[in-house]
Every structure is written in C-alpha cells, then in structure tokens.
T-cell receptor, first 110, second 112 residues
Framework: GQQVMQIPQYQHVQEGEDFTTYCNSSTTLSNIQWYKQRPGGHPVFLIQLVKSGEVKKQKRLTFQFGEAKKNSSLHITATQTTDVGTYFCGTSGSARQLTFGSGTQLTVLP | DVKVTQSSRYLVKRTGEKVFLECVQDMDHENMFWYRQDPGLGLRLIYFSYDVKMKEKGDIPEGYSVSREKKERFSLILESASTNQTSMYLC???????????FGPGTRLTVL
C-alpha cells in the first residue's frame, strides 16, 4: 500500500515561533488529510486536500499539497501552548482506509 | 456530533488470554476501522469493515480478528494475547465514500 514519511518526529519551539511538519511520498497521492492528537487524546480531523498545489488556511494553520501531489506540509504561525500535540498526515486508499505518517510531536515552551 | 465509544480506556490482561475490544458509533457510518498506536510508528491499520459481516485486513492483521454483526458495532479480538500486543488501540468510523474518520478515545491495553 501507499506509504507516507513524516518529518520531523519531534519539534520543540518557543511560544510565538513558527512550526512546520512535512509529509512525503514516493508515489502520487489521491488526497492528504491532517489530524491533531492532543496529549492523552485521540486523533481529530483537521482538513483534507485533494487538488494539486492546493493551499488551505485555518486561522494560524496553513496546509499545502504539492504540485506533484507527492508531498504536503502543515505550517503553524506564532505557536501557542494550545497547539501542543502530535500532528499526523494520512492518505486514503481505494476502500477509504487511511495510511498514516508516523506523526510529529510538537512541544511549545512558554 | 459523531460519537465513537470504546468499551474500556484501560485494560490489563495476561499472556494467552482472549481479549475483546468493543467499539460503537452512533452516526450510522458504514466504515469502521481498528488501529494500534505505538511511539514512533504512528497509527497502523489492523482491520477495517465497510459493511455488516464484511471485513478486510489492514497492514498488521496477524494475531487479531474482528467481528461486525451490527452496523454500529465493530469488535477487535485478540485470540491469545501476547506481550507485543501491549499498545493503544483506536477505533474509527466514517461514512461510505468519504475519507474523514472519527476516532474513539482509545483503549490502552497492557498484556503481562
């Protein structure tokens, strides 16, 4: 099945700094989804991207899907302590099953 | 709001025991999924189902089986639990032909 590699595995930032996590694949992806998992919580859907070069924003979060549909990024501007958690990218297969990246664990230092 | 519930938040079992993890969703979703989550490995798909009595193997089905007798309920079964099955187990559901998955709170299983 499809595989997605996610980097970095961990990221520590000072509150107010920016943060980016990347998701890469060797094959063309039909779509990319992003989920956030707070410490002790479960993954919660953030967004889905399906079009080549697509960019979507949610307040301080910017999501991009590469032109070749082989990579994606999530960028957070001016992080806050509420942004703490693990961010996962995932891509769906023909039966709607998701293949997830290994996640980026974000720590925001006050 | 979609609600996905799992029978236990924490479970401790002994090696060789048969373990049942239950998942129930209340939004009439056709698709249901079982994942395990381990540090550094992300979420890995064990089994999924897109209809009652239907099941498909995911990426790591070995040592597990599933049952879906009713649309709202999807059970994960460990026939003979082993210590390497100690993990967080997450259930999810989605509507047919959609990709967005809704997750339950998870069951942290420890096998001694």
């Amino acid at each position: 099945g499809q595989q997605v590699m996610q980097i970095p595995q961990y990221q520590h930032v000072q509150e107010g700094e920016d943060f980016t996590t990347y998701c890469n694949s060797s094959t063309t992806l039909s779509n990319i989804q992003w989920y956030k998992q707070r410490p002790g919580g479960h993954p919660v859907f953030l967004i889905q991207l399906v079009k080549s070069g697509e960019v979507k924003k949610q307040k301080r979060l910017t999501f991009q899907f590469g032109e070749a549909k082989k990579n994606s990024s999530l960028h957070i501007t001016a992080t806050q302590t509420t942004d703490v958690g693990t961010y996962f990218c995932g891509t769906s297969g023909s039966a709607r099953q998701l293949t997830f990246g290994s996640g980026t664990q974000l720590t925001v230092l006050p | 709001d979609v609600k996905v519930t799992q029978s236990s938040r924490y479970l401790v079992k002994r090696t060789g025991e048969k373990v049942f993890l239950e998942c129930v969703q209340d939004m009439d979703h056709e698709n249901m999924f079982w994942y395990r989550q381990d540090p550094g490995l992300g979420l890995r798909l064990i089994y999924f189902s897109y209809d009652v009595k239907m099941k498909e193997k995911g990426d790591i089905p070995e040592g597990y089986s599933v049952s879906r007798e009713k649309k709202e309920r999807f059970s994960l079964i460990l026939e003979s639990a082993s210590t390497n099955q100690t993990s967080m187990y997450l259930c999810a559901s989605s509507l047919l032909n959609t990709d967005t998955q809704y997750f339950g709170p998870g069951t942290r299983l420890t096998v001694l």
